[in-house]
């Protein structure tokens, strides 16, 4: 199966960044799987998780409000909030701690 560069990305760091055969998102007008000559895109990502497929097999991501890009042959996930997770059940988890830590900010920021 043929290829890509990804990038995953928060404006502090690089989360992940290598070759992957296959990504598959949800993005805000529904699911989307991109492989290898994948037409550009750019789009929202709702809080959810990012599934990578490379050679060496699965890799698994948690995002808060992200956007995705694929252009020129490579596919970027640029988020605030990235986390790489162990299993669906750990996604879940942080998914959870996200929303909690969203709906504080919010409070917080009411307070102001």
């Not at 296959?22 to 000559?37: E, N, P, S, W, Y």
């Given at each position: ?15 992940f ?7 598959f ?20 990502l ?6 990578l ?35 669906a ?7 959870q701690?996200?929303?909690q830590?969203?709906a ?9």
């Amino acid at each position: 199966m043929n290829t890509f560069p990804a990038t995953l990305r928060t404006p502090r760091q690089t989360v992940f960044e290598g070759p992957v055969q296959a990504c598959f998102v949800r993005a805000v007008d529904g699911d989307l799987g991109i492989l290898a000559g994948h037409e550009p895109v750019v789009t929202a990502l709702p809080p959810g998780r990012v599934r990578l497929k490379t050679a060496g097999g699965e890799r698994l991501f948690v995002t808060g409000d992200a956007a995705l890009d694929v252009a020129g042959g490579s596919l970027r996930v640029l988020a605030e909030f990235l986390v790489p997770v162990a299993s669906a059940r750990e996604a879940r988890e942080q998914l959870q701690r996200y929303r909690q830590w969203l709906a504080y900010a919010h409070t917080q920021s009411r307070q102001a």
